[in-house]
């Protein structure tokens, strides 16, 4: 059987629709790796997701409607539910690629089919402690950076994005932009700092995640004019976004996991500035698609020097390294060794 | 093989030591159960709980101290990391006995032994979800009122109490007592209502559940004479203040599903005045072990009508209700049935 015969499972959180109709970045990395398996010719490929996701593959779902986008749900009830009817199946799949967390993990010893834990992020390190009692699974870290040094990974495969809705554009905007889950770690109250001392309009978008924070750090400087909040973008809103963009300013606070947001940025032709944190000097190449900073001083004096990054350069980047194809061929491999170790136990 | 032979595995919550060091009523009950099986001539029970648990049963446990006791613990991480290794040891046992609510349901697909669950509670109607799935597994409910008309019950088991740390005392103290966890679900703050009305004294003790609660609608009420709160309170403690209590004051917001506090109060022939809603009116006999009530104003009537209460009668109530020996022989009965229609199964 050839290997794009093989029964995949690709396993997305329910948190949102996947693909998620705005925010959702779990689970629109598990649309992406999805539509990209069957746009590279796999066959057997089925997603579980929520029962009104969209996607060429076979879709399977228990869950209506992600649970932040009806809250009468109890996530944690929804979780297990969706979990357990995909472990109840797993007999039906090569293999399960698991994008949804740690709770999955502790269905495998019930279960014959292997599993690959693509690890977004670990959110506290007490997580750890369901990863490490499954230290003979699979694993794939989504930077270098974002590893925990007790897990055996098998190898990093960056997100990719869909290009589509990224026009690509040789023009500078003239904005500031900052997008993304409004919440300290992100630090939105960081770019608002930037532009301030700069004296460039901002524009902020995303979805509030910490609203005390958007209430007490945010709010009190947002106008309507030098700097404005317009509330979460879908696809088409974001490409429209980019392009009032001289650059995105990304001074996260904590070390980045990937950052979908600097490569859709670049994919725009738009450089990032970002926080010299985690993985940003993965996804950015500093000075040239955009700058690595350690503080606000540095990110102002960034800005001075945006028009030195060639555009094209920020695009081609991308394309070269953070597409969906990209990350697809790089789950192949993957994928592939996965059923070399799995037919070498076998024997 | 004899019934008392057969290999029972007790799961309880841990979120707190198994018998809890204070509050915890989940897993006060998984201890009663556990040692009233024992002390029943019960050969091969073992109780999943926190490591630190006590207990003359076997002792089985993944987590080291209960997440309500360590707050370094995401309490998600360690539920699916003890239910999961309960589940990796069924073959182990001929029945598991469920005491944790829903979580353990989505494992049943995996497993061959049969498991009942005892469900102390639904804390939201949405997780009737995990439990309509699994609607060929068994159940206990703790009260007739606290019942899903969806679920196929066995019986009803009403929890049982511990005597030992609940001395009988014929002569009434003059205070108004008030215990358990601090909610509004709970009432304190109509506790205090009947206890400015009565012009009598009130102590509160108990964990906070609702710090906003406590801070906004009990505390300005509190001072250090004739409104007292003074904490959780252990069983040796519990004991001291019901010899203070004239009556517990148990004005429930919500129905009630058992109500361990009130089989306490009268195990220490203290009457109690409650609510009538949900199984209040199964744990206390109205006029002749306390007074069911409807209203701030009826509990005041019925604090003028206490000494009618003959406290002896209380306590030969929960003698011949609601102790362990009691609740453990209506799990024989349940276990014995249940072994019955899976020797039915098996034919």
Redesign the interface.
Known sequence: MGLKSKRIAILAPVAWRTPPRAYGAWETVASNITEGLVARGWKNVTLFATKESITKAKLAGWIEKGYEEDK???P???E??H??KV??RADEFDLIHNNFD??PL??L???KTPMLTTIHGFS?P??L??YH?HKDSYYVSISDSDRDKDLPYLATVYNGIDLSNLTFRAKAGDKLIHYGRIHPDKGTDLAIEVAKKCGRDLIIAGIIQDQDYFDNSLKPHINDSSIQYIGPVNPVQRDALLKEAYTVIHLNTIPERFGLVMAEAMAAGVPVIAMDLGSCREVIVDKSTGFLVNNVEEAVEAVGKIDSIDRKKCRRHVEENFTIGRMVSGYEKVYEEIFRREAQKGK
């Open positions: 009468t749900q109890i944690k009830v929804s297990c539910l979990i357990s472990m109840e740690y709770l502790t269905y010893p019930f279960i506290d007490d997580i402690r369901v009692d």
